[in-house]
């Protein structure tokens, strides 16, 4: 009798040492942000995450890669958003992963500036270079992107185009930080931040028929960016007019609706 | 009107009397009290005259000029061509201030003539007992309850064919030798008005609750404590010269005053008060055609609100002997006043808006006050005064604290400061009755809050739109005022002239130009540079008979913006009054002549306005006391319908046309 409970208690252990061996995959994770898509191809799975719904312009995403369901610790991640409607086929603005080891949650940083809204028309390609089995797989993830009009696209001279994207904000009474980024294309696949535009920006209501004073004019921050201050004396609809300049397009328009609340 | 303001004392050359042990000596000084119920007054010199059913005619008895913005309702005070925060405005000393931004509610709005017992206008910058003033101060006393004084009840009942104004007034009040009590309420309503060309002035009536009561307790042989509580209520007051009318303004106003008579040299009063002044204001009364076509913010409503709430201590001390009067006065005030407006757009697909105008302004003054007067001689009187404030001023709102940051980027917001005037005065008597005076005066006051972070705020004759500015500096000025005065039984007279010389004077400055898009300028509050102001008051009063007498005043004043070389704005011209007076005490008629020349002499920038026509209107008054208790009086203001308005009537609105009154006055 006491060989057979001291065979029950080898059988235990057997069971249990093979359940953590690390020849099985280990279930990955929860993510706690919002899984935006998903897409397997070849045993490779890409995650889009955000951290709220995508919409048009500036959108931090975080890419997590997957083998056979276990999360990559070691793979080179390229996004590479692609909108194809038949008739017009571009990509837009993206921040790269910068590095090949995802931070401590298994994710990978990277942003996307989607230039205009789709329900079905984009995916967000994410090139993966596992770099464990020298494997490299494109997933493509489709990816919805709502409309809030940040982006406005502005032809400079006949080859190019200057993407202004309104970074989103809670518009609030007072002195706001306002950052614009602007990117420079010449194909709408390659994208070029432009980094020495001169930004004019003039906060107006529209329906009052005013302004307000004490604004700041955007500067370069480098990376496309450039950061101003709006003063927003009430709350409802202002208007943000951004006059832009660079040594190629004297004058570029571009206008922005918002709502203060 | 029933009750009757009297000018009881047209200028008090000789009017206060200080007592010491066993001297009783005259003190001169330059001010005009003006009784608010003339029966109480004895038949003398300056006879009861004139009807006055509210404290706008008060104050135009007073001699102040009325900045007008609607149907005898709400005028603000001015004076010597000064006005807002460059005179000092006060209920029994106690500050109130305006809810509206706009300035439709200035303080005298939330008391009744009923409330008060005198008007107190000091016009030579040496009252600075409970504020700092450039040369003006205006004090309301309120009405006590009397120890040791029968039950007695008063019903006043009157009314006007000129807008259905009607008048009720209920009022009882008695004492026993340790404690007294009052409480008094009055209603006034109107309609629309007409004006002498016949036209009817839409949204020009109101309606106006007024309760008060007070108390006095004797808590020793030498002390007394009185309490005092005043609610004010107007509803549906339209303002016809501005875009907006006030649905509701609200004060609540209370006092307890500690009196003390330590000696027969020092006597003491200290005054705990608190008020709050809530007021709304909208133009859903206005028809759609005038929201959508007005020069301002069409094509919307926009309702606002304002608050304010004072909480203010007063000590006062007075020490007088035989030859030397010493008062001192330590006043402190704590001032909290938001405003805001929401934007309504018709067209629904545009979002509301909300602005905030004053968002949590908060200022704390601490000023003293002493004067000492001397009697030199036996003819010759001096008397300094000076006073010293320090303040600190702030905004609590974080959001508006970010939007003004954000237009003064290096304006302090929160800024302590202070201001000090002194003054030095000469009495002469010259024969008996006859005397001259001269004051030399250093004033200075700080900018009102409303100058200092007011935001957005419109001006309907200028069209402009003004915006406060923290870093604002005081205005000083220097001013020199002389007179000689006469008095005997049967006739008394005085002519006086002032100059004024103002730095910094406090004005909106133009800062954007919109010729071109026809939207109202934007302008902010600033120094215009050194402005100018002189002007003289020449008044008579003759005893022709022992039932007649005649009285006659002549006033004018002339302003300049010196750097800027432009008229000084909302200046009165040259005006003219002449009374006869006849009767007795049963018995009692008078004719009132006005006149006022035109105004030509206008501010094309500082504060664009228009000329204004010259003009006269005239008043008749009958009044019959068959027994003591009972008092009829029937009246006819504008008696010949004249057509006009005053140059200081805001967008020209007009005053009222030939008005019958009939009124009867009972007490129990």
Redesign the interface.
Do not use: L, Q, Y
């Given at each position: 009798m006491n060989i057979l409970r001291w065979l029950l208690v080898v059988l235990v252990l057997l069971s249990v040492v093979r359940c953590t061996s690390p020849t099985d995959p280990t279930p990955p994770p929860t993510i706690d942000k919002l899984l935006i898509g998903s897409a397997t191809d070849v045993g490779y799975t890409a995650e889009v995450y955000a951290n709220v719904a995508i919409a048009e312009g500036y959108n931090p995403l975080f890419v997590r890669v997957l083998h056979n369901g276990v999360a990559l610790s070691d793979a080179h991640v390229t996004v590479i958003p692609d909108m194809d409607m038949g008739t017009m086929h571009h990509s837009c603005p993206v921040v790269q992963p910068k590095d090949s080891i995802p931070d401590s949650t298994g994710l990978y940083n990277c942003a996307v500036f989607f230039t205009m809204p789709s329900a079905t028309d984009w995916k967000v390609g994410v090139a993966i270079h596992d770099h464990r089995t020298d494997t490299t797989v494109t997933v493509h993830v489709p990816v919805s992107v709502s409309a809030n009009g940040n982006v406005r696209i502005v032809q400079g001279t006949a080859s190019t185009k200057f993407i202004f994207t309104l970074l989103s904000d809670s518009w609030?009474?007072?002195?706001n930080d306002v950052k614009f980024n602007v990117y420079l294309t010449t194909d709408g696949f390659d994208h070029t931040p432009v980094d020495d535009a001169s930004l004019k920006m003039v906060p107006t209501?529209p329906?009052?028929?005013?302004g307000?004073?004490?604004?700041v004019h955007p500067t370069s921050t480098g990376g496309g960016w450039y950061t101003g201050?709006a003063?927003?004396?009430?709350?409802?609809?202002w208007q943000l007019d951004l006059t832009a300049s660079t040594i190629d397009a004297p004058t570029l328009n571009a206008k922005y609706q918002i709502?203060v609340h | 009107m029933i009750v009757v303001a009297t000018i009881a004392s047209i200028i008090l050359f000789t009017a206060t009397a200080a007592r010491s042990q066993d001297t009783v000596r005259t003190i001169v000084v330059r001010e005009v009290v003006v009784e608010a119920d003339p029966l109480l007054k004895s038949w003398r010199l300056n006879r009861p005259l004139s009807s006055s059913g509210s404290v706008d005619d008060l104050m135009r008895l007073g001699g102040l000029t009325l900045i007008q913005r609607a149907n005898g309702f709400a005028g603000e005070a001015s004076m010597l061509g000064l006005r807002g925060g460059q005179m000092n405005t006060s209920i029994d000393g106690m500050k109130i201030h305006a809810a509206c931004v706009d300035k439709m509610d200035p303080s005298t709005a939330y008391v009744e003539i009923d409330n008060l017992s005198t008007l107190d206008v000091s016009s030579d910058a040496t009252d600075l007992r409970y504020g700092q003033n450039l040369g003006g101060s205006v004090n309301f006393t309120l009405k006590q309850p009397a120890l040791n004084t029968p039950v007695r009840s008063v019903i006043d009942v009157s009314g006007e064919s000129n807008a259905s104004m009607r008048r009720l007034r209920a009022d009882v009040s008695g004492g026993t030798p340790d404690i007294a009590l009052r409480a008094g309420y009055t209603l006034r309503s109107a309609d629309d008005m007409r004006s002498g060309d016949g036209s009817t002035i839409a949204l020009s009536g109101f309606t106006k609750h007024n309760l008060q009561v007070g108390s006095l307790w004797k808590v020793g042989d030498h002390d007394n404590v009185s309490a005092v509580l005043i609610a004010d209520l107007a509803t549906d007051v339209g303002y016809p010269a501005l875009i907006m009318d006030t649905r509701k303004a609200q004060a609540l106003i209370g006092a307890v005053t500690w009196r003390s008579v330590w000696s027969s040299f020092v006597t003491t009063s200290t005054k705990v008060y608190a008020n709050s002044v809530d007021h709304s204001m909208d133009d859903y009364d206005r028809p759609l055609s005038e929201i959508q076509n007005r020069a301002f913010m069409p094509n919307m409503y926009m309702p606002m609100v304002g608050t304010t709430a004072v909480y203010g201590l007063i000590v006062e001390s007075a020490y007088a002997a035989s030859e030397d009067i010493l008062k001192v006065v330590i006043d402190g005030t704590y001032l909290a006043a938001t405003a805001t407006m929401n934007m309504m757009p018709l067209d629904t697909t545009v979002s509301s808006m909300q602005l905030t105008n004053i968002g949590d302004a908060r200022v704390g003054t601490l000023g003293t006050s002493v004067s000492w007067e001397r009697l030199l001689t036996e003819d010759l009187t001096i008397r300094f005064g000076t006073r010293v404030d320090v303040s600190s001023r702030t905004i609590k709102d974080e959001q508006f604290r970010s939007v003004l940051g954000g237009y003064f980027p290096d304006a302090d917001l929160d800024r302590l400061t202070g201001a000090l005037s002194a003054n030095v005065s000469a009495y002469y008597t010259i024969a008996e009755g006859l005397n001259v005076w001269s004051v030399l005066a250093r004033s200075e006051r700080m900018p009102t809050h409303l100058e200092l972070y007011g935001f957005w705020l419109y001006d309907p004759q200028a069209n402009i739109v003004t915006i406060g500015r923290p870093d604002l500096s005081n205005e000083q000025a220097w001013s020199l005022d002389i007179g000689t005065s006469y008095r005997d039984e049967d006739l008394s007279f005085s002519i006086s002239g002032w100059i004024r010389t103002i730095n910094n004077y406090i004005a909106a400055v133009p800062t954007t130009d919109t010729s071109t898009t026809g939207e109202p300028p934007t302008r902010t509050m600033g120094s215009i540079g050194t402005a100018d102001l002189a002007g003289f008051d020449a008044r008579a009063t003759v005893r022709v008979l022992p039932w007649w007498s005649m009285q006659a005043s002549v006033r004018g004043i002339w302003g300049v913006g010196v750097t800027i070389d432009d008229p000084l704005p909302l200046i009165a011209p040259v005006q003219a009054s002449i009374r006869a007076v006849v009767g007795e005490r049963v018995l009692q008629g008078e004719l009132a002549v006005f006149a006022s020349a035109a105004q030509n002499r206008i501010s094309r920038s500082i504060l664009p306005e228009d000329a204004t026509a010259s003009w006269a209107r005239a008043d008749v008054l009958i009044a019959w006391r068959p027994i003591t208790e009972l008092r009829i009086q029937a009246s006819c203001t504008n008696v010949l319908d004249a057509f006009y308005h005053e140059h200081t009537s805001i967008n020209n609105m007009p005053s009222r046309g030939r008005s019958f009154n009939l009124g009867v006055r009972a007490e129990l």
């Open positions: 609030k009474v007072g002195m209501m329906s009052m028929g005013h307000s004073m004490g604004n201050r003063n927003f004396t009430m709350t409802g609809d709502v | -």
